[in-house]
C-alpha cells in the first residue's frame, strides 16, 4: 500500500525501476547505433577524399532524444510504456544530420550508405524534390542496422537527415522561430521564411552550377601525342632562356 512518503505501491515501484532501466539500455541501444552510423559515414568521408579528391561532407551532428522528449513524444501518441512499442512507433530516437556541399552531393551521400549490406531502408523521404508547403527541405531516411552486443546482434532504426548547407542554414532559423512564438508564428515572417526558402534553393541552384562549371573546363588530354610533344618543347624553351 502507496504512503505518503512513499507513493508508488511495491508492484508500482518496481514497474518504474524496471522501466528505468529498459529506458536506460534503449537510449543505450540506440546510441550505440548512431556510433555505428557515424563510423560508416566517416569512412565514406575518407574514401571520397583519398579517390576523389573532394569531400561532399561539411558537417556531421547526431543525438539521441532525451528521456524527457521522449517521454513527451510518448504521451503526445498515446504510446503504452513497453519498449516494443516505443521502438516500433519512434524512429527518430537516434537522429544524425548530415550536411553537404551541394544537392547532388546530398543523393549521392545517401545512396552511398545506403547501399551497404547491413543497412535496411525503412523509409525515404525526399524533400527536396517535393519540399514541404512551408518551404523545408531535406532527404530524410529511416533506416535500421544491426548493433553487435555480447549477446548478438539487435536492430536499430534511426533516421538519417542529408541536407546542403543553405537548407541547413534555413532550416536552424526556422526552427528558432517557431520555438520562439511556439508555433503560432505571424503570417509575416511565415511568408519570410517561404521566401527565403526560395532563395536559399536558388542559391544552392546557382552554386551546383558554377561548381559543374568549375569541374567542367577542358584540360590538355594526357595521353594525346601531340600535346604532350608541344609540352615537351615548351619545357625546353623555358630552360634555354633561363
Same mark, same amino acid.
Given at each position: 500500500?502507496?504512503?505518503?512518503?512513499?507513493?508508488?505501491?511495491?508492484?508500482?515501484?518496481?514497474r518504474?525501476?524496471?522501466?528505468r532501466?529498459?529506458?536506460?539500455?534503449?537510449?543505450?541501444?540506440?546510441?550505440?547505433?548512431?556510433?555505428?552510423?557515424?563510423?560508416?559515414?566517416?569512412?565514406?568521408?575518407?574514401?571520397?577524399?583519398?579517390?576523389?579528391?573532394?569531400?561532399p561532407?561539411?558537417?556531421?551532428?547526431?543525438?539521441?532524444?532525451?528521456?524527457?522528449?521522449?517521454?513527451?513524444?510518448?504521451? =503526445?501518441?498515446g504510446?503504452? *510504456?513497453e519498449?516494443? /512499442?516505443?521502438? &516500433?512507433?519512434?524512429? !527518430?530516437?537516434?537522429?544524425?544530420r548530415?550536411?553537404?556541399?551541394?544537392?547532388?552531393?546530398?543523393?549521392?551521400?545517401l545512396?552511398?550508405?545506403?547501399?551497404?549490406?547491413?543497412?535496411?531502408?525503412?523509409?525515404?523521404?525526399?524533400?527536396?524534390?517535393?519540399?514541404?508547403?512551408?518551404?523545408?527541405?531535406?532527404?530524410?531516411?529511416?533506416?535500421?542496422?544491426?548493433?553487435?552486443?555480447?549477446?548478438?546482434?539487435?536492430?536499430?532504426?534511426?533516421?538519417?537527415?542529408?541536407?546542403?548547407?543553405?537548407?541547413?542554414?534555413?532550416?536552424?532559423l526556422?526552427?528558432?522561430?517557431?520555438?520562439?512564438?511556439?508555433?503560432?508564428?505571424?503570417? =509575416?515572417?511565415?511568408?519570410? *521564411?517561404?521566401?527565403? /526558402?526560395n532563395? &536559399?534553393g536558388?542559391? !544552392?541552384?546557382?552554386?551546383?552550377?558554377?561548381?559543374?562549371?568549375?569541374?567542367?573546363?577542358?584540360?590538355?588530354?594526357?595521353?594525346?601525342?601531340?600535346?604532350g610533344?608541344?609540352?615537351?618543347?615548351?619545357?625546353?624553351?623555358?630552360?634555354?632562356?633561363?
Amino acid at each position: 500500500m502507496a504512503t505518503p512518503a512513499d507513493p508508488f505501491t511495491p508492484g508500482q515501484a518496481e514497474r518504474v525501476r524496471r522501466l528505468r532501466t529498459d529506458f536506460a539500455r534503449m537510449l543505450m541501444h540506440h546510441q550505440f547505433a548512431i556510433d555505428e552510423m557515424l563510423t560508416k559515414v566517416s569512412i565514406l568521408r575518407e574514401e571520397f577524399l583519398h579517390l576523389h579528391r573532394y569531400n561532399p561532407i561539411e558537417h556531421i551532428s547526431s543525438r539521441v532524444k532525451s528521456p524527457r522528449s521522449l517521454i513527451e513524444k510518448i504521451t =503526445r501518441r498515446g504510446l503504452p *510504456l513497453e519498449i516494443d /512499442a516505443i521502438t &516500433a512507433n519512434i524512429t !527518430d530516437i537516434a537522429g544524425i544530420r548530415i550536411t553537404c556541399s551541394f544537392i547532388a552531393d546530398t543523393y549521392r551521400v545517401l545512396e552511398t550508405l545506403t547501399s551497404q549490406n547491413d543497412v535496411r531502408i525503412i523509409e525515404i523521404k525526399d524533400y527536396i524534390a517535393h519540399p514541404k508547403p512551408n518551404g523545408y527541405k531535406s532527404l530524410h531516411a529511416i533506416l535500421e542496422i544491426p548493433v553487435f552486443l555480447s549477446a548478438g546482434p539487435v536492430p536499430i532504426v534511426c533516421e538519417v537527415q542529408v541536407r546542403t548547407i543553405a537548407m541547413d542554414f534555413w532550416a536552424s532559423l526556422e526552427h528558432k522561430i517557431h520555438y520562439k512564438y511556439q508555433g503560432d508564428v505571424p503570417d =509575416r515572417l511565415v511568408e519570410e *521564411l517561404t521566401r527565403a /526558402a526560395n532563395a &536559399a534553393g536558388e542559391l !544552392d541552384r546557382k552554386m551546383e552550377q558554377l561548381h559543374a562549371e568549375v569541374h567542367d573546363v577542358d584540360s590538355p588530354a594526357e595521353d594525346d601525342d601531340s600535346d604532350g610533344e608541344l609540352l615537351r618543347l615548351l619545357l625546353r624553351l623555358t630552360r634555354d632562356e633561363g
